[in-house]
């Protein structure tokens, strides 16, 4: 009956060593295994405590939302890509609207972000699309 708990405590430190919620579920499903030894239940009520407990917390999560992954569009979010917001020079413009201009030491091809003039000048990064630079003016043109 105490292996139950044993087995819960080896499901914490796994929790604690990766960060999901999966084996805290099964912890959880694991003492309520426990709890059931305790009051006298079989071996197979035992199993199937657990295994109802964890899908019921399984199922608790993923209503509420818990578990959603939360997409990041990295080629726009400042907080994953540090170059969003970093400003380079243009010298000029070709017919297409796309431009190489120097940044972190290499020639990058640039490109205008929709809705966007392209004059020579100074430009912010908006959003990285594969090895292309998306240019905003950092001084808005009317």
């Given amino acids: 009956m105490w292996f139950w708990f044993g087995f819960a405590v080896l499901a ?35 199993i199937i405590t657990v295994a109802v407990i964890t899908a019921m917390g399984l199922w608790v999560l993923r209503r509420s939302g818990v578990l959603k992954k939360r997409e990041v569009n990295a080629a726009r979010n400042a907080d994953v890509n540090l170059d969003i917001g970093q400003s380079v020079e243009v010298e000029a413009w070709t017919e297409n609207l796309t431009a190489r201009v120097w940044y972190r030491g290499a020639y990058w091809q640039a490109s205008l972000a929709h809705g966007t003039q392209g004059h020579p000048g100074s430009y912010r990064i908006v959003e990285i699309q594969g090895s292309t630079l998306l240019l905003e003016p950092l001084v808005p043109t009317h």
Avoid: K, M, N, R
């Fill in 12 to 46: 914490l430190i796994g929790e604690v060593l990766t960060g999901t919620f999966y084996l805290l579920l099964f912890a959880l499903g694991l003492a309520a295994g426990g709890v059931a030894a305790l009051l006298g239940s079989e071996l197979a009520w035992q």
